[in-house]
C-alpha cells in the first residue's frame, strides 16, 4: 500500500475501474495522491505487480461486512440426540417424538439412541419398532439419513429434516 510497494513499475487499475496502464510506481502514488485514494498493491504474483487505486479504509469496512454477511446466511446444522430405552412407554415415546418434531422443524438433524441394558440386547426388534415409529409420526418434515443399526449396546439412526420448497407468489 503507498508507500510499501518497492517495484519500480507496476500495472494500475483506475479508481473506476479502468485500466490506466503500466506506469511508474512514483507517478502512480502522485495520481492516487491527487485523488486523495491510496495506491493498494492488488497481485503482488504478477509480472508486473498489479495495483489498484482505492480508497484502503472503505475497502476494509466493505470486506469486513461482506464476510459479515458470509457468517449470517451460513446455516449451522446441529445434531440433536434423543436417547431411549427398549422399555420406554408409549406416552413417555409420543413426548420424545414432540422433541424430534421440533428438531427437525428446527432444522437440525435428529439422532435417536436405544440404549440396551442386561437381557434386552436379545430383543433388538423392540428398540427397531421404537424407531420405526417414530420415523413414521414425523415422515412429513424427517427423512432418514442413517438407518437403525446395531453398535454395541446402542440401536441409532439419523434423521435429517426435509428440504422445503418455498414457492414464491406473485402479488396481484
Do not use: W
Not at 510497494?5 to 495522491?33: K, Q, S
Not at 476494509?60 to 451460513?74: N, T, W
Not at 428446527?106 to 419398532?129: C, D, L, S, W, Y
Amino acid at each position: 500500500m503507498n508507500d510499501r510497494i518497492r517495484v519500480p513499475e507496476i500495472r494500475v487499475i483506475g479508481a473506476d475501474g479502468g485500466m490506466l496502464g503500466v506506469l511508474n510506481t512514483d507517478e502512480a502514488r502522485r495520481m492516487a495522491r491527487d485523488l486523495d485514494l491510496d495506491l493498494v498493491e492488488v497481485n503482488p504474483k504478477a509480472t508486473p505487480p498489479v495495483c489498484k487505486i482505492m480508497d484502503f479504509g472503505k475497502f476494509k469496512y466493505e470486506e469486513k461486512k461482506r464476510q459479515a454477511d458470509a457468517r449470517k446466511r451460513q446455516t449451522q446444522i446441529a445434531l440433536k440426540e434423543i436417547k431411549l430405552r427398549p422399555k420406554t412407554d408409549d406416552h413417555d415415546l409420543d413426548f420424545k417424538t414432540k422433541h424430534v418434531r421440533r428438531f427437525l422443524e428446527e432444522g437440525n438433524k435428529v439422532k435417536i439412541t436405544v440404549r440396551f441394558r442386561g437381557r434386552e440386547i436379545t430383543h433388538p426388534e423392540t428398540a427397531q419398532r421404537q424407531i420405526d415409529a417414530i420415523v413414521s409420526a414425523v415422515e412429513d418434515i424427517g427423512a432418514i439419513e442413517t438407518s437403525a443399526r446395531l453398535e454395541g449396546r446402542t440401536m441409532t439412526a439419523i434423521l435429517a429434516p426435509r428440504v422445503k420448497v418455498q414457492h414464491t407468489r406473485e402479488a396481484k
